[in-house]
């Protein structure tokens, strides 16, 4: 495999460059190149044509290789399907909103968590991911926004000068986070460092990995957390998310407060809509019933909280359906009714297979690698 510049520090970068018989300075060109995320040498246009292809014969920039990209029909949203240096693959999303470039992003390749309604876990956990490896994926997004001229499509209503940039991370790609953590934080680290991306527009999802909450919060940099909640009770998310066999309810909602507390953010839950089909076809609904919805309220009374309802994305292998729109709006207007922040996620992109993980099994299939 050839070297990945990206991963160079500042020495090492400028020993490869001295050693192709190039001075110094170019050093400090490619890296500026690569933070803007060059795909290829040939990008890098203040490079003499010679260098660039010595540079490409010797070396690749980023870990990562974009294998398919898929544009929504109304420009927004951006899926890329990357390849690492190991053939496994990954996914991450570039969403163009009114607030600004959000970018989620994988932290895993697979996941071992086994939640039920989920595509990304279908193959279980492959490895986890480099500091460099996740970073790179907004790399590949701020590559994308530059090149798509990101100002033609309404971006950033604000003004911002910077509106080609990536300006919000969300980390709740395929894998747990909180079991990545010192390279999720590493990640985050280098995307404020480097980025100039500030903490409060970073969010961390988790499926309730208690643990790895306490690391955030030793870690003390206010970014959001965002909770997947999906059931109000413990019986009913045992049989959905394995991981609460594990951490019931309670504690990961007392260390989350804990985090939300500290930082005084909004705690972000995130709560999937379930129906399932029953033996005579008919669809039922399964954890967004009213009186789930009554049961949530009560859970949630009192916190600082924003619950954001999803209906559920269609993923073949799994058993669920998603619910009717009435059902969705009935189930939010108990949570508004009992004084609970909520909002429906707005679907995004579903002309590109929206549910998280399914393009990359959809490839492994492909390749009959399963
Ligand atoms: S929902 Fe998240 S934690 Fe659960 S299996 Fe999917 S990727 Fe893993």
């Not at 995320?37 to 490079?47: H, T, V, Y």
């Not at 490895?127 to 950033?156: C, P």
């Amino acid at each position: 495999m050839k070297p990945v510049l990206f991963s160079f520090n500042d020495a090492e970068l400028q020993k490869f460059v001295t050693d192709l018989g190039e001075p110094k300075f170019r050093a400090a060109q490619i890296r500026d190149w690569l933070l803007r995320g060059a795909p290829d040498f040939n990008s890098m246009k203040n490079l003499p044509v010679a260098l660039r292809e010595k540079l490409d014969a010797a070396a690749q920039t980023l870990p990562v290789k974009i294998v398919k990209k898929l544009e929504s029909s109304d420009g927004e949203t951006t899926k890329f399907l990357l390849e690492l240096h190991d053939t496994e693959q990954i996914e991450c999303v570039l969403m163009r909103t009114t607030y600004g470039n959000s970018v989620c992003v994988s932290s895993q390749a697979g996941c071992a968590m086994g939640c039920k309604f989920c595509a990304s876990t279908l193959l279980g956990l492959k490895r986890n991911l480099t500091v460099d490896e996740i970073f790179s994926q907004i790399l590949v997004a701020q590559w994308e926004l530059r090149r798509s001229g990101a100002d033609d499509k309404n971006i950033r209503a604000n003004g911002d000068p910077n509106n080609n940039d990536v300006s919000h991370i969300v980390v709740m790609g395929t894998g747990e986070p909180l079991q990545n953590t010192e390279n999720v934080i590493g990640f985050l680290e280098r995307a404020n460092h480097e980025l100039n991306i500030s903490w409060r527009r970073m969010t961390v999802s988790t499926c309730g990995i208690v643990p790895g909450i306490y690391d955030l919060i030793k870690w003390a940099r206010p970014i959001n957390l965002a909770i997947s909640l999906h059931a109000p009770d413990d019986e009913l998310r045992s049989t959905i998310m394995p991981i609460n066999n594990r951490y019931k309810i309670s504690e990961v909602l007392a260390a989350a407060d804990e985090f939300t507390n500290l930082h005084n953010r909004q705690l972000m839950i995130e709560y999937i809509l379930l129906a399932k089909r029953n033996s005579s076809g008919e669809i039922a609904l399964y954890n967004c019933t009213p009186e789930r919805a009554e049961q949530l309220s009560v859970l949630l009374r009192g916190k600082n909280c924003m619950v954001n309802l999803i209906p559920w994305n269609a993923v073949d292998e799994r058993d669920f359906a998603s619910p009717s729109g009435n059902a969705v709006h009935r189930f939010q207007d108990i949570l508004i009714k009992n004084g609970i922040h909520t909002r429906i996620r707005r679907e995004r992109g579903t002309d590109i297979g929206s549910a998280c993980g399914q393009l990359r099994l959809n490839n492994k299939k492909d390749k009959k690698q399963i």
